[in-house]
């Protein structure tokens, strides 16, 4: 008798992403919006519901989404791919690659050793160190995102700290820290 | 993790030149008569920044109630670890090189015309040739993969929902509903839509160039005063960023890093969006009052 209500729990925000996308698509467009974008609306908005959801991981919401997109003539498949050239796309995948080699060669433990000696006294500290810095490169940077590059292996690096209480920090107090 | 996400949002709003959006956007206030320059910018930003600033590490603190809260020791060890470690080896020598070469050229990037993604390419190419990263530690970054292709499929279906015309729609419908409303309320309506939209726009400068000049537009003309209104909107532009792992292309790092779920990604950008909004209508709105007259 448990079982059912389990599943039908577990299977709930599948099915209620699959009603909003066909209920928006076979929904008449309101006046004055093209039906390609209307469908569209529902694809990406059931995407989006369905990560919220936990109904999907973001990358399979995305795959099936494009998938949709493209195999319904809603978008042109040269539109649809054209995220894989953007250029600030490929500049994060880039600083992903990067932040390794400085959390690799032991400078981002460096650095955040030298921010822990200074702000450590809390993980509350530590949370405002990082604004500090943010705040004070921010005006030479004009993208956020290359700014998000800088700052990451900065915040990775603090996480595994070595003195024997914190090396225990699970989940929730390593997000804080960094 | 959630503090680098906000912090970007906050640091972006303080400085005009510190997210692509926000000269874009004062060159669209422009055409509504509202000026905009870097000096303006800072003051108007200061006051509701820095309270925002001040807050939102500890609301997050609060909000994700970390196990480890006091580390009275932990300065004392890191300088013990510090002293460990000894002077800096080769490989941290050639990263750090690498590294502030790159951010060098990227503060000059806009200057010199040059190609921020290509310094990337160029940097990485460096830490390679060096040896200070090899083709292994790059086979085992996997979900480099995974974020890129997410991100760059739901980046191109943003983009499309915007060319087909659907943003500009809702623009324009939202403003006919809104017709009736005072000038004060109709500002604070627009600037929370203008957020709420946000959940649709993967990109930031997209969304300022898709709603910014709608919202603005539509404002003036039920009569709110252009000037805060313009630089509400555009402070949102920024701090909306914090409203969803996708909401803008800074937040990937950081969302990629698994130390926070998907859903309380979510969780937490919906909670820190609505306080930060609050925060600058709040104490922005009477701020903008005193500064702009």
């Known amino acids: ?178 | 993790m959630f503090s680098g996400i906000a912090s970007l949002a906050l640091s972006s709003a303080l400085w005009l030149t510190a997210m692509a959006g926000n000269p874009l956007g004062s060159a669209l206030a422009r055409n509504a008569g509202v000026e905009i320059g870097f000096g303006s910018w800072l003051i108007a930003s200061s006051l509701p920044t820095l309270v925002a600033m001040a807050l939102t590490p500890l609301a997050l603190y609060l909000l994700i109630k970390p196990e480890v809260t006091a580390t009275p020791h932990a300065p004392a060890a890191a300088r013990q670890a510090l002293r460990a470690l000894g002077p800096l080896t080769r490989d941290e020598r050639v990263v750090a090189g690498t590294c502030v070469v790159m951010v060098a050229l990227w503060a000059l990037a806009a200057t010199f015309d040059i190609d921020s993604t290509a310094v990337a390419f160029l940097g990485l190419g460096v830490l390679l040739v060096s040896g200070a990263l090899t083709l292994g530690d790059i086979a085992k970054e996997g979900e480099v993969l995974g974020i890129f292709i997410w991100f760059a499929v739901l980046f191109a279906l943003s983009s499309q929902l915007n060319e087909l015309g659907f943003m500009e729609f809702v623009g324009h419908r939202l403003a006919d509903r809104l017709g009736g409303l005072s000038g004060f309320a109709a500002g604070v309506a627009l600037v929370l839509a203008y957020i709420a939209l946000h959940y649709l726009f993967v990109s930031q400068t997209a969304h300022v160039l898709a709603l910014f000049g709608v919202f603005l537009d539509v404002g003036v003309r039920l009569g709110v005063p252009a000037a805060p209104l313009a630089f509400q909107l555009l402070f949102a532009s920024n701090y909306f960023s914090t409203l969803a792992p996708q909401a803008s292309s800074a937040n990937l790092l950081f969302a990629g890093s698994s130390y926070l779920s998907q859903g309380e990604l979510y969780r937490l950008g919906a909670i820190t969006t609505v306080m930060l909004a609050a925060l600058y209508l709040l104490i922005g709105t009477p701020w903008l009052m005193l500064v702009l007259r």
């Open chain 1, 1 to 178: 008798m448990q079982r059912v209500p389990d599943r039908m729990r577990r299977a709930a925000p599948g099915i209620a992403t699959a009603v909003l996308a066909i209920g928006i698509w076979f929904t008449p467009p309101p006046d004055g919006l093209p039906t390609d974008a209307w469908r569209l609306f529902a694809i990406f908005a059931a995407a989006i519901f369905s990560v919220v959801t936990n109904a999907l991981p973001i990358l399979t919401a995305s795959l099936v989404a494009v998938a949709a997109a493209v195999l319904s003539g809603v978008v042109a498949p040269e539109k649809a791919y054209a995220g894989f050239s953007n250029a600030t796309i490929l500049l994060i995948v880039l600083a992903f690659l990067i932040a390794r080699a400085v959390v690799k060669c032991g400078l981002g433990a460096r650095i955040g050793h030298g921010l822990v000696a200074i702000f450590g006294r809390s993980t509350l500290g530590l949370s405002y160190s990082i604004f500090l810095v943010d705040a004070a490169i921010a005006p030479a940077f004009p993208s956020n995102t290359a700014r998000s590059g800088v700052l990451y292996p900065l915040a990775v690096s603090r996480l595994p700290k070595p003195q024997a209480q914190s090396r225990a920090i699970p989940h929730g107090a390593g997000s804080e820290v960094s």
